[in-house]
């Protein structure tokens, strides 16, 4: 019982906060890759692929588990 209040829990609920976060990702939000790339999400498609700008006139698709729910861009070259 121990264990699941202290490893198995937190666990669960940081998972599901995390799909949260993708699944409510919107248009022109900044979001950062698992892969640690900086972007705004210009498009987000039903299967699960998200289109991000990079840089001006430069597009890149990645799926939604490849953005960041933990960490936030805060100035980033865009």
Do not use: C, W
Request: net charge positive.
């Amino acid at each position: 019982a121990i264990l699941y209040f202290f490893i198995i829990r937190p666990h669960q609920k940081n998972q599901k906060e995390a799909q949260n976060f993708r699944n409510s990702l919107t248009v022109v939000q900044e979001v950062i890759t698992i892969g640690g790339i900086f972007g705004v999400v210009r498009n987000v498609d039903m299967d699960g692929v998200v289109t991000l700008e990079v840089a001006s006139g430069v597009k890149i698709r990645v799926h939604k588990d490849g953005i960041n729910p933990v960490a936030s861009p805060v100035g980033g070259d865009k």
